[in-house]
């Protein structure tokens, strides 16, 4: 989303007709999970650490959160829940099936580059349309990481039950469309 602004000749540097953006180069990196009627906490990878490897996965994500999840929701009466992951490579290495497979942890087989089936990256989507319409924009990575956090606790559950009952319809249409993306 662009802002624009007019303004006369003299006027050209005048801070209200400049936005700040924030520039550092810098990544970060988050994981979400979301299920029907929950929004789970977001995680943050801390990149600073080196490369986040399989091994990093398993010990900071699968391990103490995604394990955890998928055993809540299997005490809620979900026993067949199953895990939607994107077609990163880290997700599919053979050791991370394993352990996986050791948690009880199955995931639901979709094609690898089709995010229109993944609720998640339909939520991320949301996520960032409403960091874009943010009245201030963050300048540093902590007002940046603040802010993620304060709009995704924003987002109401209802959004994320919105988003996983139009799974259907998706798949659907996606097979009507002959694997070409959606709107």
């Known amino acids: 989303m662009h802002r624009w602004t007019t303004h006369h000749k003299n006027e050209g540097d005048d801070r209200?007709?400049?936005?700040?953006?924030?520039?550092?180069?810098?990544?970060?990196?988050?994981?979400?999970?979301?299920?029907?009627?929950?929004?789970?906490?977001?995680?943050?990878?801390?990149?600073?650490?080196?490369?986040?490897?399989g091994q990093r996965y398993l010990d900071e994500i699968v391990r103490p959160h995604l394990a955890k999840h998928v055993a809540a929701l299997r005490r809620w009466?979900?026993?067949?829940?199953?895990?939607?992951?994107?077609?990163?490579?880290?997700?599919?290495?053979?050791?991370?099936?394993?352990?996986?497979?050791?948690?009880?942890i199955s995931n639901l087989a979709?094609?690898?580059?089709?995010?229109?089936?993944?609720?998640?990256?339909?939520?991320?989507?949301?996520?960032?349309?409403?960091?874009?319409?943010?009245?201030?924009?963050?300048?540093?990575?902590?007002?940046?990481?603040?802010?993620?956090?304060?709009e995704w606790e924003a987002i109401p559950v209802s959004t994320v039950n919105k988003l996983i009952d139009g799974m259907e319809n998706r798949r659907r249409s996606l097979i009507s469309s002959r694997g070409w993306s959606l709107r």
């Open 110 to 150: 979709h094609p690898p580059y089709s995010p229109d089936l993944n609720p998640i990256e339909n939520m991320w989507a949301n996520l960032k349309k409403r960091l874009r319409r943010c009245e201030r924009v963050p300048t540093s990575k902590l007002e940046l990481l603040d802010a993620i956090q304060e």
């Open 77 to 104: 009466g979900q026993q067949h829940a199953k895990v939607v992951e994107d077609g990163s490579k880290i997700h599919w290495r053979k050791s991370i099936r394993a352990e996986k497979t050791k948690l009880k």
């Open 16 to 53: 209200k007709h400049i936005a700040p953006t924030l520039r550092q180069g810098k990544k970060i990196m988050l994981w979400g999970a979301i299920s029907y009627g929950r929004k789970y906490p977001l995680v943050r990878i801390d990149l600073e650490g080196g490369s986040f490897n």
